[in-house]
Each structure stands twice: as structure tokens, then as C-alpha cells.
């Protein structure tokens, strides 16, 4: 009976040492997952993986094992760390792309944009710049279906420090005619809130999510920083510059825009555009400077 009792026993053993021996083995397997799961945006790929190899080894132990020579207690050893090494990089990839950890900030922002009944993108940041109330809106959202969709992308893995830049764009939660929450994205991984000590961080799946929703609806890419309006702002001294060095030409009428576009054109230079898809136009005050206006909204 104790002799069988031991044997179960060493069994039982042999089959834990076969589950970190997959596990080491595969150790390669983790960083393949994040690729893949980054690629197709399924989070949880490397902790599957991890369970299959895990009870493959399990199902697999080997021989039992008969004398404890020094290379087999090494052996033994670099399994376990090895294993535990793969562990820990899946459970880290978790609690960086999924927020599965998270129990204090999720509920806590849920609380604050639960009853929203409008979203506003804006073209700004968050309040240390910016002025919400008289930046562009670049996207707005009154369906409560797809509020509740938009809430669902934002989870966190916890804080970060926050960084010296104001974000962009805006992002604000109003309910019944008043703005209940100010927010910014900063860098495409980080939101930060008014009212909230630090940075949100996003999860690593929430980010993606995030700026392909704003490539889609806002025309965003996530390597822009700058509002759309102050960009707009800055092609439009271009152009008066241009129309004001066109006497230098020796030509003594005002130019047109399409006088300039033939300038720029034969310079080897793109004319400058509204990023908002805005249209200029090119008028005179009375002590002749020109003024470029654009017909995108609050880009005057």
C-alpha cells in the first residue's frame, strides 16, 4: 500500500516536471503568440498555447527517472526556470493587453462615462492648451448603441506618469447638455483624465482598437499630434506669404490661388491643403494683405 501510495506520488511529480518541461521547451512560443495576437487582435492566444503545451507535457512525462546525477538536477532546475520564465511573459502580455488584472481603474472610469449621451472627438487635447469649447469637433456619437460600443474599447492596465504634451486628440463624455469628462490620448496608449491622477494606461489591444477607430471615423493616423485646426493655421501663412512676396516677380496685380498653385507647382513644391479637408480662398483687406480663409468648421 505505501509502496503504491509512492509511486502515485512520483507519478503525480513526474507529470508536473513533464508540464514545466513543455513549457521550456516552448519557450519560444510566447513571443511568436504576441506577434500573432498583435496582427490579429486576439489577446489571448499565448495563454492557450501555454495550457496545450503545459498538459501535452503532463500527458507525456517521460521515463522515470532512476538516479539523481548532477546534470540531471541541472536539468531539472533550468526546466522549472524556464517554465516559470514563460509564465510570467504570458501573465505580463495579460495584464498588459487586456487589463485582466485590473480591478480599481475600470470600474472607476465606467462609473464616469456610463450615463453619457454624447462623445465629442476633438480637434485639441486635454485642458493644459486647450480650449474644448471653441476647438473643432472631429466625430460625434448620440447613438446609445454605439456609445456603449465606443466605451467598450477603453480598458486599462493600470497608470503611467504622464507626459509633458496636452495629447490629441480630445475626447469628452457630455450628459444632458454638460461636459462630465475631459480626456486626451496620449501617444495612442495612454488617456488622460481630468479629475484622475496620472495617465490611464490602455491595454495593448485597447490602443489598437482605439486608433483604427479613429483612422476609420476621424481620418486620424496614429502618428499625428498636432489639431488638425493649428495645422491648418500654419498652411494658411504659407499661402500668405506667397502672395505677399509675389510683388518681388516683378508682377504688379494680386495673385489667385491658382496663380500660386502655378508657382508652387514650378517651384517642385505640393501646395498647401486643409488636413480637414477645408477649402481656401484668397481675398485682399484694404491695405492690400492677403487673408487665406478655409471653409472647414472653426478653422477662422
Known sequence: MAETTKNDAQGG????????????????????????????????????????????????????????????????????????????????????????????IIPVFRAAVCDADRIVIRDGGGLCHSKP???????????????????EMFKFSGRTMPCCCCGYPGIDWWRDGRRVVVSALHHGHALRVEGFVGDLRLTVVSSRR???????????????????????RHERDIIEDAAQNWATAGVERKPTLDDLREEFKKNGK???????????????????????????????
Open 210 to 232: 482605439i486608433q483604427k477607430w479613429l483612422e476609420d471615423n476621424c481620418g486620424l493616423t496614429e502618428d499625428e499630434g498636432i489639431p488638425k485646426y493649428q495645422y491648418c
Open 13 to 104: 511529480v513526474r507529470r508536473w516536471y513533464g508540464a514545466a518541461r513543455g513549457l521550456a521547451l516552448s519557450f519560444w512560443a510566447p513571443f511568436v503568440c504576441i506577434a500573432s495576437s498583435l496582427a490579429f487582435g486576439f489577446p489571448y492566444l499565448p495563454l492557450i498555447v501555454a495550457i496545450i503545451v503545459a498538459l501535452v507535457g503532463a500527458l507525456v512525462p517521460g521515463r522515470p527517472q532512476v538516479g539523481r546525477s548532477a546534470w540531471r538536477i541541472v536539468r531539472e532546475v533550468m526546466a522549472w526556470l524556464f517554465a516559470a520564465v514563460h509564465l510570467a511573459i504570458v501573465a505580463l502580455w495579460l495584464y498588459f493587453a487586456t487589463g485582466a488584472f485590473d480591478f480599481v
Open 133 to 151: 469649447d471653441e476647438e473643432p469637433s472631429l466625430f460625434e456619437i448620440t447613438n446609445k448603441a454605439e456609445i456603449a460600443s465606443f466605451n
Open 270 to 300: 505640393a501646395f498647401p491643403s486643409c488636413p480637414a479637408g477645408g477649402e481656401y480662398s484668397l481675398t485682399y483687406g484694404e491695405d492690400g494683405k492677403p487673408e487665406v480663409k478655409c471653409t472647414a468648421p472653426r478653422h477662422d
